[in-house]
């Protein structure tokens, strides 16, 4: 007896709701930095923060030990260049990583400068990151003096392309490789920032959701004095008041497709990335910024095989991919002969159908473990794999399943499964709050880490930019004084969380979900016109007045699902926003609008940003590289930095 | 035929068991109830009883629970059918499936 039915035909009823009840009713903590989400950049404000000597708050709409898409694990620290095998400098890798356009030069900077010191402190916390075991000895890329395990990504340049000089005698040698990615035991990571954290007496509110922010005196734009927050287990309404807010939220949720295969698996993370965080502060008048920027989602839609169990995914690091017939394809293998390059060009792509289409190929397609000497395919499976964020359960299964990696080849799904199809879109991680080099939001008292900046990158960015936010937070709060929250805003925001519990028939969540989803997928997908756009925004206001009003959910659990549907929309409402003030198609936002066709015209090469002000948006833009000299801005800013936490400090 | 109480209930969640709990096993700990990011998972009414799965469809796959289960063989990962990653045997040709 292990499911929900099982549980009722043995016992003749259902199981009562396990916690107690308390819809509405109110709890309310005083803190001085609240963090809003409690996975990795989250984790690490709440700690940098608390390590400032200054009262710490986070709430987690999970649990924090393994929530967060870098909850299960951690297999790439991406982005390292101060670590002592680089051969590149810091400040001139992370130029060349903002190299191009809408990217976010201030956390690359903070990324690179960083990220190494955050690594560090992890490992004193008790994370893995060397070969302590001599697990690996041999493996290509393994120092022996540090047993640091450099990963050939980014061997020649920060790029996922492939290098014109692949092949060519003498590419990537090791004595000149870039040195910049650490592979990682990134599955001890999260367990144990949950454990500093609670050392440190950070106040950790586990099931909390975050649903809104509160302005001084209910003041749309003013300094963010506090948040509230829904229990998703008891229903109970957390007024938090706090001198700051940092918000470590997700990016956004499946706002294209909800899979009715795999639900819970409608895009890459999990449904609990929901967007609340941007909602939030959007609502709370945050700037915003590349609202407009999606592309399609190319892996883990619920509707193909899952990411990773199919060969030639990422992290397959140095796996050939053979056909039917064991013949190499020339597809990239992310390894030390490509220099880490992961994406095919479009050429060789072509070439590959063609070859399938005339026979020269024969499907399907395999990860060729065999082929590899035992090290590397042990340091592929059981580091990469095992430790890469969802894929260790996938290893144990593998192992128990009687997979043995030195006799099997592992079938791949490129090319028999298709691609994605053009209105599977996803926001990303490219729009999120404008921030300045203290990562402080447009609103005072509101700062953001993580996939919570416009465009974000990896792990180690949400580790370093968390770390960052949690100490430029404390050092806020100790120059200011206590805010006045509105118990106008608060009984709003009540009246709001709570409407879809008075109702036990209506829409479900799921079906809301569902008719977002088709409204996107109809009308803000691959063929954008301004006539589309505006149906896409009429269809969802309608939502919003006919359908959320029916809103129902039967417990906390659903009402919390309930609620992250309301983010999404709004979130939803954001992008049709900022793809109509675009008025140009441009390539590196994945914008392709029919009645603007040229592709990223000069007058428009430019950051639009988007705000409410007196519930009315106000855009404005700013110029590329908005952020000016890196080095300068990051030294000007930072004179008091410490580097590496000492524990007994 | 033996008399067989049937209940009216709505159809099943899809998939419906991204784990099989072992009730022999399982000691009632919880621990997959309170990592789970999803809330997956509710205890059992019956204190030291295995956990019931409540949210199946709501998994995200990432094997945590199972990952960080305490007591061996209480859990196992139960990837969904369509999901179930396949390989062959290089020498023979021979294909398995989880």
Known sequence: ?649 | MSEQKVFAIPNVQTPSMPVIINPDACIGCNKCVEICPIDVFIPNPKKGGPPIILHAEECWYCGCCACDCPTPGAMTFNWPLPLKPRWRNKETGAVSQL
């Open chain 1, 1 to 649: 007896m292990a499911t929900w039915h099982e549980y009722l035909i043995n016992e003749g009823r259902p199981p009562e709701w396990p916690y107690p009840i308390r819809f509405g009713q109110e709890q309310e903590i005083d803190t001085d930095v609240l963090v809003i989400g409690g996975g990795i950049a989250g984790c690490w404000a709440a700690i940098s923060a608390a390590r400032q000597g200054v009262r710490v708050a986070l709430l987690e709409k999970g649990d924090v030990s393994r929530s967060g898409s870098g909850g299960p694990g951690c297999d790439h620290w991406c982005n390292a260049p101060a670590n002592p095998l680089s051969r590149v400098d810091p400040d001139e890798w992370a130029l060349r990583m903002a190299d191009h356009p809408y990217s976010n030069g201030i956390g690359l900077q903070i990324q690179c400068r960083e990220d190494y010191d955050t690594l560090l402190e992890m490992e004193q916390m008790g994370g893995k990151i060397r070969d302590t075991e001599d697990e690996y000895v041999g493996a290509e890329g393994r120092d022996d003096e540090t047993k640091f395990m450099i990963s050939p990504r980014y061997g020649v340049s920060p790029s996922y392309a492939p290098d014109p000089h692949i092949g060519e005698p003498g590419f990537n040698p090791p004595e000149k490789r870039n040195n910049v990615v650490i592979r990682v035991w990134g599955s001890t990571f999260k367990p144990l920032l949950k454990k500093e954290c609670k050392r440190l007496g950070v106040q950790i509110f586990d099931r909390v959701m975050g649903t809104s922010l509160l302005n001084e005196n209910g003041v749309q734009g003013a300094r963010v004095v506090g948040a509230t927050g829904l229990n998703s287990r008891t229903g109970e309404f957390l007024i938090f008041r706090a001198k700051a807010v940092i918000l470590a939220a997700s990016g956004a949720g499946s706002m294209w497709l909800m899979s009715m295969e795999h639900g819970g698996y409608s895009n890459m993370h999990s449904r609990n990335d929901s967007g609340d965080g941007t909602a939030m502060a959007w609502k709370a008048g945050a700037s915003l910024t590349m609202m407009e920027r999606t592309g399609t989602i190319g892996i883990a839609t619920g509707l193909k095989h899952k990411w990773y169990t199919g060969a030639g995914d990422a992290s397959y690091e140095n796996v050939p991919i053979v056909d039917a017939k064991g013949r190499r394809l020339p597809y990239p293998i992310q390894g030390w002969e490509d220099a880490g390059a992961m994406s095919p060009t479009a050429e060789t792509t072509e070439k590959i159908h063609e070859a399938i289409l005339n026979g020269e190929y024969e499907l399907p397609f395999y990860g060729d473990f065999p082929a590899m000497s035992e090290v590397e395919r042990r340091t592929t499976w059981n580091l990469m794999l095992g430790e890469e964020s969802t894929t260790k359960i996938l290893v144990n299964t593998m192992k128990d399943g009687g997979f043995d990696l030195g006799r099997d080849q592992l079938l791949s799904y490129k090319f028999i499964e298709g691609q994605s199809l053009p209105q599977w879109r996803d926001a990303g991680y490219g729009g999120g709050l404008l921030v300045d080099w203290n990562l402080k939001t447009t609103v005072d008292g509101l700062y953001a880490a993580g996939t919570q900046t416009f465009s974000p990158e990896d792990h180690s960015y949400c580790a370093a930019t968390g770390r960052y936010a949690g100490r430029k937070a404390a050092a806020y709060i100790k120059e200011v004084g206590e805010g006045q929250i509105s118990r106008d805003q608060i009984e709003k925001e009540k009246n709001r969380i709570f409407a879809p519990t008075k109702r036990t028939g209506g829409i479900e969540w799921k079906e809301l979900h569902n008719g977002l989803t088709r409204a996107m997928q109809y009308f803000v997908s691959e063929f954008k016109t301004e006539r589309l756009l505006k149906m896409g925004l009429e269809e969802i206001e309608r939502i919003e007045a006919e359908a959320v009003p029916q809103l129902f959910a039967l417990d906390p659990h659903k009402l919390m699902r309930s609620i992250e549907d309301l983010s999404m929309i709004e979130y939803a409402k954001i992008i049709i926003h900022a793809m109509l003030a675009r008025k140009a198609s441009s390539a590196a936002l994945g914008l392709k609008r029919i009645d603007y066709p040229e592709m990223d015209p000069p007058e428009w090469d430019k950051y639009l940003t988007l705000k409410l002000v007196n519930d009315q948006i106000q855009f404005g833009e700013l110029p590329q590289r908005f952020w000016g000299d890196m080095k300068q801005q990051y030294e000007a800013h930072n004179k008091d930095y410490t580097g590496v936490y000492t524990p007994n400090k």
